[in-house]
């Protein structure tokens, strides 16, 4: 007998484990990262944003590597890293009239969110590469060899390939530098499931048929259908009515009052009824729970962001895409320091983004330029924010591009640093006796006291006197736009 349970004990452990294998195999097969790379791009479960086209590779193309006869030489190079993606010379190959130069790029995808090159225009339900110019081959003196005398090709994946006649051949005897500026540059995030959710969603429909069949397996007396009235019995305690939004317990009450007569396995059939009931509990206790947890600021960080490469639009939509933010989200705050030569030392961006359940994504997001870094704080509130009056967050970088507010300066001639800072509302302002401008498309001019009140969208700019948060910034300067009502040009 108790060789019997020790090799029931073994072969139930044997089991778990050949389980706990298998779905650890599966989740590995399910995250490698092609698997993760088709997902992303396909748009399965993640968002993807465009933040960039254009984006350039370039490097010196050797001459012993362009075959003397047909035939490929190849080379599996990787002649830049940027954007989380490898970009490959894999070989230069050569056929009856032509030879020919083919790049490749390898992204390395995150599982939760990141940034990646494609040779393609990625739109809901197509792929659309670009017919442009997109090849420039020079001689060691920047002269083009080619003068547009040259084909191309792309595919299969990231593959893109650029074919030259024979004729050519001659003038790439000392090498070439080859320039590619066809990648276009995709930030994309998976969509938010709190990790609470997903064990949630996965374990408890198991919980659920684990618990009826330790019920079932504690039956006192044989029944006929047993495991059926069982369920019966869990869904009729777990039934629910609704009055005024508010969900009552009315199969458990109607299990009480006409399904407690005696009858068989009926201790059973009283808990299937209370696992019903509680399955309703957890209806009421758990949403209050994850939201709670939604509402605690989650923070991540990630790198390679160059504001040199990007732009100030680059790193802002590569922040709407990573963080994710949807088209409605508005500004809650801009803040920007820059250096002397106007560099931007730092840039910090708060968003509110509502959802549909009337509730707000708060994001705040910070880059810092020496770094080459953002770090990201995103948390649910239910607390009413000012939404109207507040700038769409598209439009407010569209404007910011189009008056060059990130030129405009404080007071008192050159300093060390100067700090910009939005007052997000649209609203009426009379600051008499201070530094007044409007901004338009026209440039800056000045504000006379005459002219206030005004109403407008105010920008602050000043000198801070290091970049310590709380050193004071001196030589304020208001600096209004988007204006309906007084402060006018004149």
């Known amino acids: 007998m108790n060789w019997r349970i020790a090799w029931k004990i073994a072969a139930g452990v044997l089991v778990v484990i050949i389980l706990f294998t298998a779905v650890l195999l599966i989740q590995l097969y399910h995250n490698r990262s092609s698997a993760v790379y088709q997902r992303i791009i396909n748009q399965e479960g993640y968002s993807l944003s465009l933040v960039k086209e254009g984006v350039a590779v370039e490097f010196f193309l050797k001459p012993e590597w362009i075959p003397k006869e047909v035939g490929e030489t190849k080379l599996n190079l990787v002649v830049e890293r940027k954007f989380d993606s490898d970009i490959i010379l894999e070989k230069v190959g050569k056929s009856q009239k032509h030879f020919y130069i083919q790049l490749n790029v390898v992204p390395h995808p995150n599982r939760s969110s990141g940034q990646l090159l494609n040779i393609s225009h990625i739109t809901n339900d197509s792929f659309i590469n670009s017919n442009g110019p997109e090849w420039q081959i020079t001689d060691t003196t920047g002269k083009d060899l080619l003068g547009g005398t040259y084909g191309g090709g792309e595919g299969p994946g990231n593959a893109i390939s650029v074919d030259i006649p024979d004729t050519e051949l001659s003038k790439f005897a000392q090498g070439a530098h080859v320039r590619f500026s066809g990648f276009y540059l995709y930030g994309y995030a998976k969509f938010n499931q709190s990790n609470v959710t997903i064990w949630l969603s996965a374990l408890f429909p198991l919980l659920v048929i684990a618990c009826l069949i330790m019920l079932y397996r504690k039956r006192s007396e044989p029944e006929k259908n047993l495991g059926w009235k069982l369920i019966g019995h869990m869904l009729l305690g777990g039934f629910t009515f609704s009055l005024n939004g ?16 005696p009858r068989p396995n009926l201790s059973i059939k009283d808990k299937a009824a209370l696992l019903g009931l509680a399955m309703y509990v957890l209806q009421l206790v758990v949403p209050p729970v994850l939201s709670h947890l939604d509402s605690i600021p989650k923070q991540s960080a990630w790198g390679n962001v160059s504001i040199e490469q990007l732009g100030f639009d680059g790193v802002w939509k590569m922040v709407m895409a990573r963080a994710p933010v949807s088209n409605q989200a508005r500004v809650e705050g801009f803040e920007t320091v820059l250096a002397q030569n106007g560099e931007v030392i ?13 509730r ?16 990201l704080k995103r948390s649910l509130t239910n607390e009413k924010l000012q939404y109207s009056g507040a700038f769409l967050a598209d439009d407010f970088v569209n404007r910011v591009q189009q008056l060059e507010l990130l030129k405009l300066k404080p007071a008192g001639g050159e300093h060390r640093y100067v700090m910009l800072e939005l007052d997000p509302l649209h609203g009426s302002y009379a600051m008499k006796n201070e530094s ?33 948060k709380m050193s004071a910034c001196e030589d304020d300067v208001n600096y209004y736009f988007n204006i309906v009502e007084g402060g006018m040009r004149e």
Do not use: M, W
Request: net charge negative.
């Open 360 to 375: 707000y994504n708060r994001i705040n997001a910070v880059y810092h330029a020496s770094e080459q870094s953002v770090t």
């Open 436 to 468: 007044n401008f409007g901004v338009d498309e026209k440039g800056v001019y000045p504000i006379g006291d005459e002219q206030l009140p005004i109403t407008a969208t105010r920008l602050i700019v000043c000198a801070p006197q290091s970049l310590d």
């Open 246 to 261: 508010l969900r009552l317990p009315l199969g458990f009450v109607i299990y009480l009052l006409f399904f407690r007569k």
């Open 346 to 358: 730092e840039l910090e961006f708060q968003l509110f983004d509502p959802d549909a359940n009337g």
